[in-house]
Each structure stands twice: as structure tokens, then as C-alpha cells.
């Protein structure tokens, strides 16, 4: 009943992220915030919303190591599967995008995350440098997001200030609705799963750590797969690899610096020894697709996805 009950965690989460991220888009753009600035925090933090929700959670209920194994095992699966398996349905074109900074930003993201695990436990003093870094980078972002905006007009720049999930008909109601399903979906989907995976990992004498690295991070990293794969199918996956980039830089900097705030984040020996390297090594993976905008092709994606399957059955063996 446990991988049921996960199942229906995990179901939650996604329906309740996705009214969530409805509601306070088309609040924020009812009440007069820019589309732009809606796009660069309230549409990137609600889609994160699930990975925070759990992280959280699992703090709350004595089980911090699976909060790190979440975030840990999603980057590396938002990398080797997020872009390998749409990969190998239809290749992915890296040029759509410059992601040349946002990549660089990553590696310095990654790092800096590295070295704070090594400094831990993380504690609340840790996740305010976390957030001071993702300030800045959020702040770059707008820059540059409203400098590309001056050099276009017209209908290009109105269609590309469009954010994710607006819709300039929707009644007050609705909004409420989607908003108060969000709130009360996240924290329940969210212990569900939690609660859940920990009595999987206790059952089958695994640790938190390797279920938050594979069942949690999987699971928390399959809407992600899911959109990716369609855009694929309609050959629309061009700017995948913009997105995995912008993701993990989330998960790094936002949701370990706000869940460092509800409890100290013990670093487990084996991330230190190996999933953090891990992480690193993956991402560094992507720089020929970021500076020589090389194709994301087939026998790639093939090779991604078989180092992700490599990476769990050494976890689990």
C-alpha cells in the first residue's frame, strides 16, 4: 500500500503544482505585476513547488537526508532523463536558446552547493547564502530577459511575455479555486509521498537517502519528463535544455535555502563520496549542448538515459 499511496502522493503534487502555478499567475498579472517579472518568479517557484513541498516535509518528519536525496537525484535525473529519453524519440536542437550564461551559472550554483554540503550539517545560516546567490541570479535574469525584451516588438515581444498558464479571461472564482487547490493539494500530496517513501525505505532496509535519490527525485522529476516528451513528439523539445539548466539551478539555491529554514539538513557520508560528484560530473556534461550548441541526437539520449539507469542500480544494488 506504501508505493500506492506514493503514487497518489506523487499524483497530488503534480495537479496541485500545476493549479497553483494557474492561480497566482493570472492573480499576479489581475493585480498589475508585470509579465515578465510573473515569468521569472512565479511561474520558475511554483513548478518547483512539488521538490519544495517534499523537501519540507521530509524535514518535519525526521527524515532530512531523503529532502537532500530529492534534490540531489533530481538534477542528475533532470539531465540524463529529463533530456535523454525525448532524445531518443526526436532529436533535440540546442540552438533555439543561448544558454551559454545560465549554463555557467549552473557550474557556479553546483559548486557552491558542493561546498556547503561539505561545511554541514546545513543550517539556516547556509540557506541564506543559497538564496542571496539565487537573488542575484534572479536579478541577472531580469536584465537580461528585459534587455532581449527591448530588442524585439510588436507581437514577437507580446507573445513572448506570455507566461506559463495565463489566460486573460479567467474569472476571479476560478482563480481562487485553482489558488486554494494549489495550498491545500501541495502539503497533502507532499506528506503522502513522504510518509510513504519512508516506510518503503525502512521496510526494505534501504536509507532515506538512496530513496530520496531515486524514488522521491524520479518521481518529483516525471512532470518534467512528461512535457518535455510531448514537445518532442510535436518536434517543440528545442528549448528543453534551457529549462533542465533553469531547474536545477532552483532546486540547488531555492529549495535547500528554504528548507534549511524549518530544520537543520545533515550531509550524509555518501553524498560526499559520491552523488555530489556525481551531480557535477553530469552537469558538466552539457557544455558542448550549451557553448557549441551541438544536437542533443538520438545515440545520445540512448547514452544518457543508460548512464541514469547505471547510476539507480548502483544506488539500489
Not at 493585480?31 to 512539488?50: C, D, E, N
Not at 510513504?196 to 526494505?204: D, K, M
Request: hydrophobic content about 60%.
Amino acid at each position: 500500500m506504501d508505493f500506492v499511496f506514493a503514487a497518489l502522493g506523487l499524483v497530488i503534487l503534480v495537479l496541485a503544482g500545476d493549479s497553483l502555478v494557474k492561480g497566482a499567475v493570472n492573480l499576479a498579472l489581475r493585480v498589475g505585476i508585470p509579465a515578465l517579472i510573473v515569468s521569472l518568479t512565479i511561474v520558475a517557484f511554483g513548478t518547483s513547488a512539488p521538490e519544495l513541498l517534499v523537501s519540507i516535509a521530509a524535514i518535519e518528519d525526521g527524515a532530512p537526508g531523503l529532502a537532500l536525496g530529492n534534490v540531489v537525484g533530481s538534477n542528475i535525473a533532470n539531465i540524463l532523463l529529463v533530456l535523454g529519453v525525448p532524445a531518443m524519440i526526436a532529436t533535440i536542437h540546442t540552438n533555439a536558446s543561448d544558454t551559454r550564461r545560465s549554463f555557467t551559472q549552473m557550474i557556479a550554483a553546483t559548486a557552491l552547493f558542493i561546498v556547503i554540503c561539505f561545511l554541514g550539517p546545513i543550517t539556516w545560516i547556509h540557506g541564506t547564502v543559497l538564496l542571496a546567490a539565487l537573488a542575484w541570479m534572479l536579478s541577472d535574469a531580469f536584465r537580461q530577459a528585459r534587455a532581449h525584451r527591448a530588442a524585439v516588438n510588436g507581437q514577437a515581444a507580446k507573445e513572448e511575455e506570455e507566461p506559463e498558464g495565463a489566460d486573460p479571461d479567467m474569472p476571479w472564482w476560478k482563480i481562487i479555486v485553482f489558488l486554494a487547490l494549489g495550498l491545500i493539494g501541495l502539503p497533502l500530496g507532499a506528506d503522502l509521498l513522504v510518509d510513504s517513501a519512508v516506510n518503503i525505505a525502512r521496510a526494505f532496509g534501504i536509507s532515506e537517502e538512496v530513496i530520496g535519490l531515486t524514488l522521491v527525485a524520479f518521481g518529483t522529476s516525471l512532470p518534467e519528463l512528461a512535457t518535455v516528451v510531448m514537445a518532442a513528439i510535436r518536434g517543440q523539445a528545442d528549448v528543453a535544455l534551457g529549462n533542465v539548466i533553469g531547474s536545477n539551478m532552483f532546486n540547488l539555491l531555492a529549495i535547500i535555502g528554504v528548507a534549511s529554514f524549518v530544520g537543520p539538513i545533515p550531509v550524509a557520508d555518501e553524498f560526499l563520496y559520491l552523488d555530489l560528484w556525481v551531480m557535477a560530473a553530469v552537469s558538466v556534461l552539457l557544455l558542448p549542448f550549451a557553448f557549441q550548441k551541438l544536437d542533443i541526437t538520438r545515440p545520445v539520449g540512448a547514452v544518457l538515459t543508460a548512464f541514469y539507469g547505471v547510476y539507480v542500480v548502483s544506488l539500489l544494488h
